[in-house]
């Protein structure tokens, strides 16, 4: 592995941070707010900090673009959240509210909810769309990363 740092997007206060890829799986707190980088759990996505998250993150970042009023995107959440808990600090899971955010949805053209899109230095790699277990979500998106779409 590269001995160049990664960057890493704090889920708190967005600001990126440098880490060593030897620290990933240490705890590392973000330089600005000192809050851990990884705690198992989504980050909940604005415009602003989706750009920020996907674009500058050198981890893969796994999007779940749902509703609030959709039934299968409240049953796959814990699964979505259990997920972040296996795939963290290796991969960064957030949520994108296609209600509050409709011009994130409309850019990447989500036609049904929920979609899980998946972005790997910018750019999407992966797509599925409908709920998924926890299981599934964390095969899914390793499949994905090792090319077996």
Known sequence: MSAEPLHIVCPHCHTVNRVQASQLDQAP????????????????????????????????????FWAPWCGPCRMMAPAFEAAAR????????AKVNTEAEPGLAAR??????????????????????????????VRWVRAALAGGR
């Open 29 to 64: 707190n973000c330089g600005r707010c000192h809050r851990p980088l990884f705690e198992g759990h989504p980050v909940v996505l604005d415009a602003e900090a989706f750009d920020r998250h996907v674009g500058r993150s050198h981890i893969p970042v796994l999007v779940d």
């Open 86 to 93: 296996q795939l963290e600090p290796h991969v960064r899971l």
């Open 108 to 137: 990447f053209g989500i036609r049904s909810i929920p979609t899980l899109a998946l972005f790997v230095g910018g750019r999407e790699v992966a797509r599925q769309a409908g709920a998924l277990g926890q299981g599934d979500i």
